[in-house]
């Protein structure tokens, strides 16, 4: 069956390549979403990297540890959750859009918002790494309105 699959797109590609055509990508569910979860991808980033000038290494963020609601975790495993998130499970989420992809990505990101405040207001960061977060925690809560589409 998969062999099957093959056949048929190079079959295809090579019905375009002779047409002069190329394949398009198709138009992404709710492209202001996914512009701002890969803004939220950069900005975890540029976390990371001022963490990194500030002395503080991913494996010294690794050891680092608050308290968050009775859990502990580690500033490096918050910081990759909520980059995954955007990165991963939010496109996900509107490629295989249904009723509940925007409140799991609403969902998902109001707990993102809550990490990255409490993160931000961690006196053990560097201040630089603080006002990132900060900044981190005002884009998650602008998350665009989605557009009215149909679900499958």
């Known amino acids: 069956m998969t062999l099957t699959r093959y ?9 375009l390549t002779l047409q002069g055509k190329t ?8 492209p202001r979403i996914h512009a701002w979860a890969r803004e939220t991808v950069h900005k975890v980033d540029a976390i990371s990297t ?7 290494n991913a494996e010294q963020r690794k050891t680092l540890r608050l308290t968050i609601d009775k859990r502990e975790m580690a500033l490096e495993t918050a910081l990759q959750a909520i980059r995954h998130h955007a990165a ?3 496109p996900y989420l509107l490629k295989h859009y249904n009723q509940y992809s925007l409140m799991t990505l ?15 207001e961690w006196e053990a960061l560097p201040a630089a790494v603080q006002a990132l977060l900060m900044q981190l925690h005002d884009h998650l809560q ?10 499958k």
Do not use: H, V, W
């Open 23 to 30: 394949l398009t990508e198709p138009m992404l569910k709710q």
């Open 50 to 56: 001022a963490a990194d000038a500030s002395g503080l």
């Open 88 to 90: 991963a499970e939010y």
């Open 142 to 151: 602008a998350l665009p309105p989605a557009d009215n589409l149909e679900a």
């Open 106 to 120: 609403q969902a998902t990101n109001l707990n993102d918002q809550y990490l990255a405040l409490r993160l931000s």
């Open 7 to 15: 056949i048929r797109a190079f079959f295809k590609a090579l019905s």
